[in-house]
């Protein structure tokens, strides 16, 4: 069944109404009146049960008709620029086993002239498995059975293809949440191979994805721009820019258009074009809660790191605790894909953290402690949890904070990686706020502040989504210091 008050509370209000007049058509008027109460986010499910007038069984066989009927409705009423064509493909087995010959052929051949136009590769393997049936003691039989094998075989690698893009953002967000440098070679393999999958035939789809798999590495790996690298992620974005713009009808190509405006932000970002940035960054922020899903495709969670520095640099930490509370609402995230989810509770603790909510922030960060096992991310486990103890210091929890700060440092002394130099800085600067108030304390945050700054500026980089600065440090008071 699907988690119903979750997906309810997440449809639109021009969804919500057009699922009540389609089930008011089927007569479901007991689901429409669940789906109005589902909406209600204060009601819990025994007083919807008795607002309903059913018994505790007959309020489970409720919801799950209405589960199945969301599902019908949505699978019913799928976008689908091609569906009469699909349709027919799916028509295949009809023609073969219902249809004469010469009839059957006919459609045949004109339902693979279409799947030509608009190139849908994985359909034409239908159609030349059935041309080549009811070929067999035709001359034609050879042909068929040639195509059948090559677009089997293409398909075959453009699958493999998205499975290779699927796998790099999964070792990405493992690399990024780990600081493992073994990692490293993992990403480098799959984008060796993804270039040796984009040789085997001349096809923009390959190609396509070869390029995105490129700028994320060259982006989000390397860390600093390198010479040479800013004018090959321009080239590779251009290209892939312009075949999905030659096949704006293909559905396939029509979801990445918000990806390829995350890859010309980040690269805006990586050649401090921040005015052209901008452009690109709000055509993700319109369809945020969309673009976190394509955790296929890319890394998607870290727009929302990016999102939290800007809102914070440029002043707008009001509008960020706004905007994470509007995003939960219409977004939930996944705690399977750890990686992932780890950076939105980053961010909810961030917005919490910027109008100075340090308990919400805690709150936020224990729970994201207790809820995934960090055992393979040391570098998130020790990131969260000094952003945990400075949440503490801020909140007037001094003992608590430094409980969790000496284990830090024991545990980032395990590691000789520049991630946990930075770490064991960073800690470093908390304990200093344990001195009394006065000249030394300010100049050894001064100082330590600004080597933190220097280190802190790579492909993996600690605490980005929120701002340590002098007055932040300071103004842990003297209140703060333990005896």
């Not at 545990?411 to 009394?436: G, Q």
Request: aromatic letters at 10%; one cysteine or more.
């Amino acid at each position: 069944m699907l988690h119903l008050r979750n997906v309810v509370q997440k449809l639109s209000n021009k969804e919500t109404e057009s699922i009540s007049l389609w089930l008011k058509q089927n007569e479901a008027d007991k689901c429409v009146e669940l789906l109005h109460y589902l909406r209600i986010t204060d009601l819990d499910e025994s007083t919807i049960s008795s607002k309903l007038k059913t018994s505790a069984s007959g309020y489970y066989a409720l919801r799950s008709r209405l589960s199945a009927r969301i599902q019908d409705f949505f699978a019913h009423n799928a976008p689908e620029a091609n569906i009469d064509l699909i349709k027919n493909v799916a028509n295949i087995p009809n023609l073969l086993y219902n249809t004469p010959r010469e009839l059957a052929l006919t459609q045949l051949l004109k339902i693979e002239k279409e799947l030509i136009k608009l190139d849908i590769p994985h359909a034409l393997t239908e159609v030349y498995s059935a041309l080549k049936k009811i070929s067999r003691h035709s001359p034609k039989y050879f042909e068929y059975s040639q195509q059948y094998n090559k677009h089997l075989a293409y398909n075959m690698a453009i699958d493999k293809a998205k499975e290779l893009l699927l796998e790099f953002n999964k070792y990405l967000g493992e690399y990024k949440m780990s600081a493992d440098s073994t990692l490293l070679e993992v990403l480098e393999m799959l984008k060796q191979e993804m270039i040796n999958y984009a040789k085997l035939y001349q096809s923009h789809r390959l190609e396509v994805y070869k390029n995105i798999l490129i700028i994320e590495y060259l982006l989000f790996i390397d860390g600093k721009p390198k010479k040479g690298n800013e004018k090959i992620i321009e080239e590779h974005l251009s290209v892939t820019e312009k075949v999905i713009a030659t096949h704006k009808h293909d559905a396939s190509y029509s979801f990445l258009k918000t990806l390829m405006a995350y890859l010309r932000f980040q690269f805006c970002l990586y050649t401090k074009q921040e005015k052209n940035a901008t452009t690109y960054y709000k055509q993700v922020d319109h369809k945020l809660n969309i673009f976190l899903l394509n955790n296929f495709s890319c890394f998607p969670s870290h727009f929302l790191l990016e999102k939290s520095k800007l809102l914070i640099e440029s002043g707008e930490v009001e509008k960020l605790y706004e905007e994470y509370n509007l995003l939960s609402e219409s977004y939930t995230p996944y705690k399977e894909d750890v990686a992932n989810y780890i950076n939105y509770k980053k961010f909810s603790a961030a917005a919490s953290f910027g109008v100075k909510k340090y308990g919400e922030t805690a709150a936020i960060l224990n729970e994201l402690i207790n809820e995934v096992s960090l055992k393979h991310f040391p570098f998130a486990e020790l990131e969260i949890k000094l952003f945990l103890a400075l949440s503490l210091l801020l909140n007037n929890k001094p003992g608590i904070a430094k409980t969790f700060l000496k284990n830090i440092q024991r545990r980032a002394r395990e590691y000789d990686s520049l991630p946990f130099d930075i770490i064991r800085l960073l800690t470093k600067l908390l304990l200093i706020t344990y001195l009394p108030p006065g000249r030394i304390r300010k100049m050894k945050i001064s100082n330590n502040l600004e080597k933190y700054r220097k280190l802190n500026n790579g492909a993996i980089q600690l605490l980005e989504c929120i701002l340590i600065d002098e007055s932040l440090l300071e103004s842990i008071t003297n209140s703060n210091v333990l005896a």
